[in-house]
Nanobody
C-alpha cells in the first residue's frame, strides 16, 4: 500500500559522493524498518543499510564508514549519503519499508554507477 520513490542516482567518479532519497507516498506510522538494498548485475540483492523506527542503524561491512542512512519523519523520507564511492558500489539501489507485520514495500530502484 505504501508507495516508495527513489531519486538521486547517477554517474559519479571513484572517490565521489552521492545522496539518495526515498520518499513515501503516505504516513509511515506502521513502518518499523526503512533501508536500502542494492543489486549489481549477476549478483543477488544485498542489504546496504537499515534504520529502525527507534533510530538504530545497521550497515553492511562493505559500506561502513562510507555510507550514512538517515531519515526525516515529517517528510516520510529516508536518505543514503554515500561517500568515497568505489566501482564495486555500482548497482541499482532499492528503497525498503517494512511494517510491523513484517510486510515489505519496495521502490523501483535508482541506478548508481561509479566509473572514471
Amino acid at each position: 500500500q505504501v508507495q516508495l520513490v527513489e531519486s538521486g542516482g547517477g554517474l559519479v567518479q571513484p572517490g565521489g559522493s552521492l545522496r539518495l532519497s526515498c520518499a513515501a507516498s503516505e504516513s509511515t506510522f506502521s513502518i518499523v524498518v526503512r533501508g536500502w538494498y542494492r543489486q549489481a548485475p549477476g549478483k543477488e540483492r544485498e542489504l546496504v543499510a537499515i534504520i529502525t523506527s527507534t533510530g538504530n542503524t545497521n550497515y553492511a561491512d562493505s559500506v561502513k564508514g562510507r555510507f550514512t542512512i538517515s531519515r526525516h519523519n515529517a517528510k516520510n523520507t529516508v536518505y543514503l549519503q554515500m561517500s568515497s564511492l568505489k566501482p564495486e558500489d555500482t548497482a541499482v539501489y532499492y528503497c525498503l519499508a517494512r511494517n510491523r507485520y513484517s510486510y515489505d514495500y519496495w521502490g523501483q530502484g535508482t541506478q548508481v554507477t561509479v566509473s572514471s
